[in-house]
């Protein structure tokens, strides 16, 4: 049933979060593993809203997708996949890949909802590149005296942050001007507790605007216009929207249309082919509201290799059941929130949390195998304890921020 070569043919195409850990938990002893994917790094996304302000650089935030995936033994294709069949992945350039069982891990792409001008005017922050040029742009408009507007569509967790890093950096600097933009009628309206009111309670005395509950109808170059007939000029905007399916599953006949996430059942099986699982970004599972976040990807990706193995031996599947984990969001130096699932915490000595996150993190997707390996891991650590670190955890600073800790229910 599953091929004739001495080791079943494990094919993953997307070599992020979801499908680098499933590539962990295969055995290259037991699978001939083959990872697809068009870009030659991975890269850390829950902090790339870092690389705005400058606490983080690029190559801090992306690892070598072929050096990680060799050593674990498998094999990598830095290729693009067109296209899906019951037994061969097609690549771009005609190449075709066979496998026993696929696992899809194709992440997301840029949502702009069809706005018109966003995807020509409107800066995303989807990647380390779109970052660094949000980041040399603002740095260019700082070193005028002319008035900078800068506007952040968005309002849930990768807009408040982005925003937080813009603050971090400019917020003392009397020529920008800012405003958050969303449909929604407070900033992170999918968390729990009063989180609008504790970034507004941080940014009363700056020149910060707030246009919530508005729609955006179009932006263009001088700024953006509402379904409401209203207007706001804006110099620099930046778009986070949200997040689309990648046109990959619709080209694989994952789905029943374009513009759709793949239906999976619980143990991530697509429902057109048994021997293809989806995950990450990519999948919807049933009966799972999932959010977008790394953290799920990952647990998906070890999950789905499981699957795999059991489906290669004959064994029945597992359905998945998600982690309740909290998730920490950081604004800027004002503010660090962990999001339980019915409160949250406020406290910017939390700001280590998500720098430990980021630093363990990668750490267990590139353990260091050489003293080459372990030095380069030490001095990104102690980059991360001299920039985040040393701050929290300098007494005074406990002092100062230990009092305005705040439980937000």
């Excluded at 290259?28 to 990872?35: H, I, L, P």
């Excluded at 660094?132 to 900078?148: D, E, G, K, M, Y």
């Excluded at 804006?234 to 996430?261: E, K, R, V």
Aim: charged share 20%; net charge neutral.
């Amino acid at each position: 049933m599953f091929g004739m070569s001495k080791k079943p043919r494990v094919v993953i195409i997307g070599g992020g979060f979801a499908g680098l850990n499933a590539a962990q938990q295969l055995k290259a002893s037991r699978y001939d593993v083959t990872v697809i994917d068009p870009s030659p790094h991975i890269e850390w996304l829950p902090n790339i809203h870092e690389i705005i302000s400058g606490v983080k650089k690029g190559d801090e935030l992306r690892m070598n997708r072929s050096i990680l995936v060799r050593r674990l033994g498998h094999s990598f294709v830095m290729q693009r996949a067109h296209g899906l069949t019951s037994q061969f992945v097609e690549l771009d350039n005609g190449q075709r890949i066979a496998f026993d069982v696929c696992i899809v891990a194709t992440g997301s792409v840029n949502n702009t909802f069809g706005v018109a001008g966003a995807d020509q005017h409107a800066l995303p922050m989807k990647s380390v590149e779109q970052c660094q040029v949000i980041a040399r742009r603002l740095h260019r408009a700082s070193l005028s005296h002319r008035t900078c507007r800068v506007t952040v569509v968005g309002g849930g967790i990768e807009g408040v942050e982005a925003f937080g890093e813009i603050l971090r950096a400019y917020r003392h600097r009397p020529q920008f001007e800012f405003t958050v933009v969303d449909s929604a009628d407070r900033l992170l309206s999918h968390c729990p507790g009063n989180l609008d009111g504790a970034i507004r309670g941080h940014t009363d005395r700056l020149r910060v605007e707030y246009g919530l509950g508005k729609e955006v109808e179009e932006v263009d170059a001088e700024g953006i216009c509402f379904t409401d007939g209203s207007a706001l000029e804006s110099d620099i905007t930046l778009w986070s929207g949200g997040a689309a399916p990648n046109p990959f599953l619709a080209q694989a006949h994952l789905t029943d249309a374009p513009g759709q996430w793949a239906d999976v059942n619980g143990t991530f099986q697509s429902r057109q082919r048994e021997n293809v699982f989806i995950i990450g970004d990519a999948a919807q599972p049933q009966g799972m509201a999932l959010s977008k976040q790394a953290f799920h990807a990952i647990d998906m990706g070890k999950a789905a290799a499981q699957n795999v193995e059991r489906l290669l031996a004959g064994k029945a599947l597992r359905d998945f059941t998600p982690s309740s984990k909290p998730q920490v969001v950081t604004f800027g130096d004002l503010d660090t929130f962990m999001v339980f699932r019915d409160f949250a915490l406020s406290s910017g000595v939390l700001g280590a949390a998500k720098e430990a996150i980021y630093t363990l993190g990668l750490w267990q997707l590139a353990p260091p195998k050489n003293g080459k390996d372990l030095l380069h891991s030490l001095d990104l650590l102690q980059k991360s304890v001299r920039r985040v670190y040393l701050p929290t955890v300098n007494p005074l600073a406990l002092l100062d921020k230990l009092p305005k800790s705040k439980v937000l229910s």
